[in-house]
């Protein structure tokens, strides 16, 4: 199994059983898994494997929640992308920066996610306790995203390198 399709596998474990946790938990208290594995898949795929498995990922989502197709998905895909470039400047591997990043990106996410649903219904309607919410959710996010990506980095396979070149995302690179 490739690399991208264990994370996706363990994404969508993830997304079962935040349905579950959801039900004996406050929303704002359940982590959003999906947001969290999109960091994840940025942080240990490189950009074009994190934004293939996001997209599908938010995909998954979107069917799930009810929300516009491809809303999630287009998120989570640009947030992965981001992660992905943002990593290199930022070591976003280490706990206290990818805590941060996590809380920023939660925010991020839930304003993109309003905006473009307001883009639907006609208007934007600010809620202070929406705001509120959304800024416990980020905290949230924040604790569970440093163990979450560093498990997720001890399950994946490292990927076999060869020749001195590391693989791309569908093998061995375009070329040979």
């Known amino acids: 199994m490739s690399r991208a399709g264990a994370l996706f596998g363990l994404s969508l474990a993830g997304l079962m ?21 999109a960091v994840a898949a940025g942080l240990h795929l490189g950009s074009v494997g994190a934004i293939l498995v996001s997209f599908a ?3 998954v989502g ?13 998120v989570l895909m640009t947030l992965a992308g981001v992660t992905s470039l943002a990593d290199r400047q930022l070591q976003l591997k280490r706990s206290l920066p990818l805590a941060v990043f996590a ?4 925010v991020a996410a839930g304003a993109l996610l309003v905006a473009s649903t307001s883009l639907y219904e006609g208007r ?20 569970v995203a ?3 990506a560093a498990a997720v980095g001890r399950v994946l396979p490292e990927p076999a390198v060869r020749s001195g070149r590391a693989p791309g995302f569908f093998g061995e690179g375009l070329g040979r």
């Open 17 to 37: 059983l935040r349905g579950v946790v959801a039900e004996y938990l406050p929303a704002v208290l359940v982590p959003d898994l999906g947001l969290v594995m």
């Open 57 to 59: 990922l938010g995909l």
């Open 62 to 74: 979107d069917l799930l929640s009810g929300s516009l197709l491809g809303q999630q998905a287009l």
């Open 103 to 106: 809380a920023v990106a939660t």
């Open 124 to 143: 934007l309607v600010p809620d202070a306790g929406l705001a509120v919410g959304l800024l416990l959710h980020a905290a949230v996010n924040a604790v």
């Open 146 to 148: 440093p163990p979450l």
